[in-house]
């Protein structure tokens, strides 16, 4: 037990406060006399005092380490799974394998995540809501759309950096790639499309975790991609110890669109 922790001598409460600051441990000093009081009134032991002043700065930065991981994913929306309506699509949509997949397990065991479903289903916001989620276990996540992923590449050919973005791609924990298939890619823009893809996941396969939700089916990538050898290869590496999981359920938008909206009230 401490021996009367409130009567600490003055010089050597300079010291402690000195030291926290040399360490970069923001410790104010009424945070270090309100810890050494409250272990004198509740007779605290050593480690409990020590975790009274450690305690606050520690979960502020894990708090900010969060933050930062989420604004690097560069997420479109940020909803959290609890947001999501599980009654909609019940009978479609596993919440307890989708909760599951919002642990992280799969990125530990460096398995691909694919998501195959109609436009509207909930794709998009279950994807972003396990890579938040996951960002909060301290995977560091990347989210692009396949459109703005080609883009990227296809400009880094011209300026000659697309080794530079192959590996920016490579270190993320988890990518995930969003919207896969809902353009259809013009070959004559994109000539390099199979290929550039390609260069992405083969970087990451069987080292990192890539999590694509895509409208088409596996059979027409080949069409999607316009080089169906390429398109074989990158679907062998894509699906390769992945989870896929297939939503055939109720578009939600096109069930908001067909709700009637309320009729304004014109006395109000």
């Not at 894990?62 to 909803?79: N, T, V």
């Not at 596993?94 to 799969?106: H, K, N, S």
């Not at 359920?249 to 009230?265: I, L, T």
């Amino acid at each position: 037990m401490p021996t009367n922790p409130a009567t600490t001598p003055p010089d050597l409460r300079e010291r402690i406060l000195a030291d926290f600051a040399t360490l970069k441990i923001p410790l104010r000093a009424e945070q270090f006399d309100a810890a050494l009081a409250r272990t004198q009134r509740d007779g605290l032991s050593y480690q409990q005092f020590l975790h009274l002043l450690i305690a606050d700065q520690a979960d502020q930065r894990r708090q900010r380490s969060i933050a930062r991981r989420i604004r690097d994913a560069r997420f479109r929306d940020l909803k959290p799974l609890s947001a999501f309506d599980w009654e909609f699509n019940r009978s479609a949509i596993d919440r307890l394998q989708i909760e599951e997949l919002a642990t992280g397990a799969f990125i530990q065991r460096r398995d691909n995540l694919v998501l195959v479903g109609q436009s509207g289903v909930g794709k998009s916001f279950l994807i972003q809501a396990i890579g938040q989620n996951v960002c909060s276990l301290g995977y560091s996540v990347g989210y692009i759309t396949s459109a703005a992923l080609l883009e990227d590449l296809t400009a880094s050919l011209a300026d000659q950096t697309l080794p530079k973005r192959v590996r920016h791609y490579a270190r993320f924990d988890l990518l995930i790639i969003d919207e896969f298939g809902f353009d259809h890619i013009e070959r004559q823009q994109s000539p390099q499309a199979a290929n550039l893809f390609f260069k992405i996941i083969d970087a990451r396969a069987r080292h990192r975790s890539t999590a694509l939700a895509t409208n088409i089916d596996f059979k027409a990538w080949g069409d999607y991609l316009g080089d169906p050898p390429l398109a074989t290869a990158f679907l062998d590496r894509v699906v390769d110890g992945a989870i896929i999981l297939k939503i055939n359920g109720k578009s939600y938008r096109a069930h908001r669109a067909a709700s009637p909206k309320p009729v304004p009230n014109p006395k109000s």
